[in-house]
């Protein structure tokens, strides 16, 4: 508990420094940006925290890719 608190207190003051400044220069394109992937960050930091493991992306796409190349192959 104690870790996502830290978590979301450094969020904040990253938050703080960094929004206002966007905002500021109307960088609206930036700021969207910024925010979809501090909270990927984010959300992902607090599931690891919580002790819970993330699937790896590459199982996905091995997932898929296998059969394309299993019938390329023969």
């Known amino acids: 508990m104690l870790k996502i608190f830290l978590l979301l207190l450094l969020t904040a003051v990253i938050i703080i420094s960094e929004v206002p400044q966007l905002l500021h220069k109307k960088r ?3 700021l969207i940006l910024f925010s979809i992937i501090l909270f990927l ?3 992902i930091s607090i599931v690891l925290a919580m002790g ?3 699937p790896n992306p590459m199982d996905l796409l091995t997932f898929i890719l296998r059969p394309i190349n299993d019938f390329i192959s023969k």
Do not use: A, P
């Open 41 to 43: 960050g984010v959300t």
């Open 52 to 54: 819970k493991t993330i």
């Open 28 to 30: 609206k394109k930036e």
